[in-house]
């Protein structure tokens, strides 16, 4: 954030930031014809990091850094978490349909942590704070949030990042990161009902298809 140029600049070119615009990451290219330089948007031609990409297929550009995707409705969409939206792409058409807020304005998309229920439609996701969102995919792809399941641990933020659920689509176990714990959700009540140390900062989570094992 801020102000600086020449990091790990391509030859011939300089990259640099807009301080007016936080997420306006930008690296005069090379001169084109009349020598004039131009200016890419990061995402474009233009990772987070600094590194020139170009990308080998289609590209869409979406508000914020992409952290997390999963398939809803029988793979017809996809779901990104971004740390500042949830937006659902069209995947047959490569498109996006729709771009949606955290319910908690102050809250944002976690490092790691989406997944889809056994109906195909509904989505967990993870904030960066202590919130577990669930949501709801149509069948033309809005996507509508139910309430969110509070994850704080002993009233502290805890960083939810992975989250597995169930094949039942019951129970939910989520890596709690600054917590270094597990926490156990009741998706029918929409209650934390035990959490389980783990280590040093777990980030993601996978279940046996029986639901008995979480692997964290």
């Given at each position: 954030q801020g102000s600086y140029f020449n990091h790990r600049a391509p030859v011939g070119g300089a990259v640099g930031v807009d301080p007016s615009d936080a997420n306006s990451l930008v690296a005069p290219v090379t001169p084109d014809a009349a020598g004039d330089w131009t200016l890419d948007r990061a995402g474009v031609s233009l990772a987070v990091n600094a590194h020139g990409i170009k990308p080998a297929g289609k590209t869409i550009s979406i508000p914020g850094r992409?952290?997390?995707?999963?398939?809803?409705?029988?793979?017809?969409?996809?779901?990104v978490k971004s740390d500042s939206r949830v937006i659902?792409?069209?995947?047959?058409?490569?498109?996006?349909?729709?771009?949606?807020?955290?319910?908690?304005?102050?809250?944002?998309?976690?490092?790691?942590?989406?997944?889809?229920?056994?109906?195909?439609?509904?989505?967990?996701?993870?904030?960066?704070?202590?919130?577990l969102y669930t949501g709801r995919v149509d069948e033309q792809g809005a996507l509508v949030f139910g309430p969110a399941i509070d994850l704080a641990i002993n009233g502290r933020k805890s960083n939810p990042l992975g989250v597995a659920v169930t094949p039942d689509s019951r129970?939910?176990?989520?890596?709690?990161?600054?917590?270094?714990?597990?926490?156990?959700?009741?998706?029918?009540?929409?209650?934390?009902?035990?959490?389980?140390?783990?280590?040093?900062?777990?980030?993601?989570?996978?279940?046996?298809?029986?639901?008995?094992?979480?692997?964290v």
């Open positions: 992409p952290m997390s995707m999963a398939l809803a409705r029988d793979g017809k969409f996809l779901v659902v792409i069209a995947a047959g058409e490569f498109r996006a349909v729709g771009e949606y807020k955290f319910p908690d304005n102050s809250d944002g998309g976690s490092m790691h942590g989406i997944a889809v229920g056994a109906d195909g439609a509904t989505v967990y996701i993870t904030g960066k704070q202590k919130s129970t939910a176990v989520v890596a709690l990161a600054l917590a270094g714990r597990a926490a156990i959700v009741d998706l029918e009540s929409g209650k934390m009902i035990a959490s389980v140390p783990v280590g040093v900062c777990p980030y993601g989570v996978v279940v046996s298809r029986d639901g008995k094992t979480a692997f």
